[in-house]
């Protein structure tokens, strides 16, 4: 099946993409006002890799039916062929996850930036776009995912905190963290990479919490990236 293949190989080819950016973070080649776009573009990414575990939740589905209904008509009695779906239905639930995080982390950033706590450098041959489409170039030759420009990023991120304060980014960080929490202790009992997950969504959503309240809004000091939970995903430890 075409249309089954083409989803497999944009599925591995997303995948292949997040671990690109995800490279960066063990390799600590980040600066602090990158990780605002570095969290936006992989929840955009997660996105395709949604669409793409949708997509073969209904193609096994599919071929599931197909084959038992060619081993009714040839009357065998062999076991009816059952889609994978709740290894499937694991992994759509772990990408959610990750996607909800991405976001509160993006909003948590929104509110830093607000309260000038994570500024670009100051030189003066500093371009944000530069360093936007230096991050994301090897991405260009892709058809899908296609590459998102850095002026519809910009233009998204203006939209998005046009009518907010920092207070109201913060308090949408925590709500964003809360169904992190939420949604990993709906799947039962959490362990290994979500457990890390959960704290780090526990942790966050505490500290996004004392941010919206005005707490150390006075310190000119950067926040710092805690990744010793998890290897990708940072508690935002606000000083």
Not at 81 to 108: N, Y
Not at 175 to 190: C, M, P, R
Request: aromatic residues 12%; contains cysteine; charged residues 20%.
């Amino acid at each position: 099946n075409v249309s089954a293949f083409g989803c497999w190989l944009l599925n591995y080819l997303v995948q292949v993409m997040m671990e690109y950016l995800q490279i960066g973070f063990e390799l600590n080649l980040y600066s602090p006002f990158e990780h605002h776009y570095i969290f936006w573009y992989t929840e955009y990414l997660l996105g395709w890799r949604h669409t793409c575990l949708k997509s073969a939740k209904r193609f096994h589905s599919i071929e599931a039916n197909l084959i038992n209904k060619g081993r009714r008509k040839g009357k065998t009695k062999a076991k009816a062929i059952k889609a994978p779906v709740k290894e499937l239905d694991r992994e759509e639930h772990f990408v959610l996850v990750e996607r909800l995080l991405c976001l509160g982390l993006v909003q948590e950033l929104d509110g830093l930036r607000m309260v000038d706590k994570l500024p670009y450098p100051m030189f003066d041959w500093f371009i944000p776009q530069r360093s936007f489409e230096r991050r994301f170039t090897a991405f260009s030759p892709m058809v899908t995912p296609q590459l998102i420009p850095y002026q519809s990023y910009h233009k998204l991120y203006t939209e998005s905190t046009a009518k907010m304060n920092s207070t109201m980014m913060f308090t949408a960080a925590a709500k964003q963290f809360d169904n992190v929490k939420n949604t990993i202790e709906s799947l039962g009992n959490a362990s290994g990479e979500l457990s890390q997950l959960l704290t780090i969504a526990k942790t966050n959503m505490v500290i996004a919490k004392l941010a919206a309240q005005g707490h150390k809004k006075g310190t000119k000091l950067l926040p710092t990236f805690d990744l010793s939970t998890h290897r990708h995903y940072p508690i935002i430890r606000i000083r």
